[in-house]
């Protein structure tokens, strides 16, 4: 990994990465997520608010980046980098994944489970495919948006801090990942410990490859396939509910 010198307006963005971005999210889980209802339209503009927020923020990590005169390429625009673990944590991304879809869908008793969660799980993705339309730019948006904040900015500015070596790099990386997890906090705390556990393989990824190019594509792949299954659970449950009712 380059180790690169940092100024003021990166201990800025830092510090709202850091400090302010998570008391903004302890402070929001206040608000009761079993109490939210969203109508479509409601929905579709959070995925847009979002989407948009990610959008600039990055673009701000990127434009303070060049400023001193880093390269594009030292943030990660560059293509991988040949490595054997590269491959093993990639499968090892793909089969957590799959663990985790099917310790939800897999047994009758665990989709009871995952439907009975509806109102707080999936308050939040695509019911239809318009939806889904919607929320394709959202999941492009944070592939993109958030493995450029969290992986490629600060991880580098981590180490900083830490040490270009091997275990500076480890702290890196699971503080960007802590970081990461933490901010996904509406989701649970199991929720939580997985999203911690797949992003310290994207870091992994990243290090290795000493590109952003993979963590991309597979960050906004898994938030794809999360929204399309969204879909086919809420039609699950409609169609459930409503064969009670018969």
Known sequence: MGLYDMNAWDHVVAAV?????????YSSRRVQVEEIQLEPEDKIKL??????????????????WRIPGRTFLGLGFEWPQAHPMVPVLLVAVLLFYGLDIFFQYGLKRWRE???????????????????????????????????????????HYMLHWTGNTPLGIVYACIISSALFAFLHGYQGW??????????????????????LLIVILIHTFIDLFSGWLGIVLVKGINTQEHSKEE
């Open 190 to 211: 199991s929720s939580m410990i997985k999203i911690f556990f797949i992003s310290m393989l994207f870091a992994g990824i990243f290090v290795y490859s000493q590109s």
């Open 17 to 25: 990465i850091c400090v302010f971005a998570p008391i903004l999210a």
């Open 47 to 64: 995925y847009h608010s979002n989407a948009l927020l990610l959008i600039v923020f990055a673009l701000v990590v990127i434009t303070l």
């Open 113 to 155: 489970r995952t439907l009975e969660k509806r109102n707080t799980a999936l308050t939040f993705v695509p019911s239809n495919r318009n939806e889904l339309l919607h929320f394709a730019f959202l999941a492009l948006a944070a592939g993109i948006g958030e493995e450029i904040i969290f992986r490629g900015y600060l991880i």
